[in-house]
């Protein structure tokens, strides 16, 4: 199996240059070129799980990459990658939590995060909200969007599989990484169950102020006392806003879940369910011992937040011309 996943790399490797080498020859532009690839390699590039990429450290905090110190590959190629080198008292802070690796997998429909082999919450998304989220990069400026664009139907068909492994301290069991390709991000319909709806609207003006039910921050902080200015937003912020065209922005979390929107569209979720919430706090506890809040104030507080939906809707001024984009339908 591994044998064939490199040959169909390799093969891949060679169409793609042959097309870059035609284009070149032909007379058309490098970036139209680099696009031209990236739809050659989307139509041909067949799913395909890479061999993991495993990074193990030792007792100094100095990594290994296929055996070989990042020491010994400066070594050796004049590559400095000392930038990866952790501070012992770090590696000592995991040898004494037990933390022993943690694992990214990236997959078709979401990237996957793992401490000692168990799921934590992760990004899920699927072709619409990867879509959506470039289109928001677009949205901003962000260079090259138009290329990361096309990359997406690549990539998607791509299994990576990252590792970072610390030392084991000495008494302790060594614990399995997980079983790749095994586990799945939590499912609205698999957790989901009755729950309120608690809804929070904030606009803001054109002036900065945000406003809830028709109140500024500056009347809150009157009435209550409360200081809201770290949520007032300054004018050249709100400018920003209206030449972006971002008119809202609504977080909604639900049993599987957080979900965002940018002007209705839905964007790549954090996805978890109440494992991944209790995997969390196991880790926390590991880690942090004698920290406050206590684990189990912890866990009883994210369990219940994690049985409610809420749904908090942000909205910008409109630039000039611009009509109301609506916001998402009601999941």
């Known amino acids: 199996m591994r044998h064939t996943r490199i040959f169909l790399v390799v093969i891949l490797s060679l169409t793609l240059l042959l097309a870059a080498c035609s284009a070149q020859a032909a007379g058309i532009p490098a970036q139209e070129t680099t696009l031209n690839i990236i739809d050659t ?9 890479l061999p993991a990429l495993t990074l193990t450290y030792d007792q100094q905090g100095v990594p290994s990459i296929f055996g070989f110190s990042t020491t010994q590959i400066q070594r050796l190629t004049g590559m400095d990658l000392s930038i990866l080198n952790l501070d012992p008292v770090f590696i000592d802070w995991f ?6 690796h943690v ?26 909200t990867l879509s959506s989220a470039v289109d928001v990069a677009e949205m901003m400026d962000i260079q090259n969007a138009s290329v990361i664009k096309r990359l997406v139907p690549v990539l ?3 299994g990576l599989h990252f590792v970072i492994r610390f030392p084991v301290a000495s008494g302790n069991d060594s614990i399995s990484l997980h079983e790749r390709g095994a586990v799945e991000l939590p499912a609205l319909a698999d957790v989901e169950g009755e729950a309120p709806v608690i ?19 500056r009347d809150i902080t009157a009435l209550t006392g409360i200081d809201l200015s770290p949520i007032e937003l300054s004018e050249s912020t709100i400018q920003r806003t209206r030449s ?12 599987d879940g957080l979900y965002v929107f940018l002007n209705g569209k839905e964007v790549p979720r954090l996805a978890y369910g109440p ?10 506890g590991q880690m942090y011992p004698a920290s406050q809040p206590a684990p189990a104030f912890l866990r009883t507080a994210l369990m219940t937040l994690q049985q409610l939906d809420l749904d908090f809707i942000v909205q910008f001024p409109l630039a000039a011309g611009a009509e109301r984009l609506p916001l998402h339908e009601e999941m």
């Open 41 to 49: 390699a989307a139509d041909i590039i067949p799913e395909i799980d």
């Open 199 to 217: 809804q929070l609207a904030v606009e803001y003006r054109e002036d900065g102020l945000p406003s809830i039910l028709g109140l500024t921050s």
């Open 275 to 284: 494992e991944q919430l209790d995997t969390v706090v196991s880790l926390y």
């Open 244 to 255: 972006m065209n971002l008119q809202s922005v609504e977080l909604e979390t639900h049993a």
């Open 95 to 100: 040898m004494r939590s037990n933390l022993q």
């Open 103 to 128: 694992e990214i997998e990236h997959t078709e429909n979401g990237l996957l995060l793992f401490a000692n082999g168990q799921l934590l919450p992760s990004v899920g998304w699927n072709t619409d």
């Open 156 to 158: 998607q068909k791509l």
